[in-house]
């Protein structure tokens, strides 16, 4: 394995980090940009749908990111020979909090979508709301947090 991660460190590395930047940035961008040009469209029935049209696209995009991020960190572990230190421990259990956080936003907008196509709109955005005020709030602190322990673990 350890030849295998040599030979392709690069781009293990490479994919590793292009995964997280497109979760965590993804993540500031939708709740620090597109949320707030959504909350600008008038029409409720509108604003809801383009929100979860949007969050569907990307989520399935972070879905992708998020088995990249958990297969490069074990090559990553197994071709560096890395022994469980404190900030590899940290690393991991971030990572397990942010991906069941993840889940919980997922499930929250599959309810949220059911419950529109019912025509259900007050319903809808109570579902959507802790998404937007919490859930991607805490990933994203979340996942600054693993992008400084992840320099602070390659020793920069």
């Not at 959504?38 to 569907?56: C, G, M, P, S, V």
């Not at 690393?91 to 309810?111: H, Q």
């Not at 979508?113 to 007050?122: D, S």
């Not at 998404?131 to 020793?155: D, E, M, S, T, W």
Request: charged share 20%; with cysteine; aromatic share 16%.
């Amino acid at each position: 394995m350890t030849d295998f991660f040599l030979e392709y460190s690069s781009f293990i590395l490479f994919f590793h980090i292009l995964a997280v930047t497109i979760w965590i940035g993804g993540m500031i961008v939708i709740r620090f940009s597109v949320h707030y040009s959504f909350l600008k469209i008038d029409d409720a029935k509108i604003r809801l749908q383009r929100t979860l049209e949007n969050l569907k696209k990307f989520f399935y995009m972070v879905i992708l990111c998020i088995i990249t991020i958990y297969a490069t960190a074990i090559l990553m572990h197994l071709g560096l020979g890395l022994k469980a230190n404190l900030i590899a421990i940290l690393k991991e259990i971030i990572l397990l909090i942010m991906s069941f956080i993840f889940i919980k936003i997922f499930i929250k907008r599959y309810k949220a979508e059911k419950l529109f196509k019912k025509a259900e709109y007050i319903l809808t955005k109570k579902e959507l709301e802790p998404i937007a005020k919490y859930l991607i709030p805490v990933n994203i602190f979340l996942g600054l947090i693993q992008i400084y322990l992840g320099i602070a673990l390659r020793g920069f």
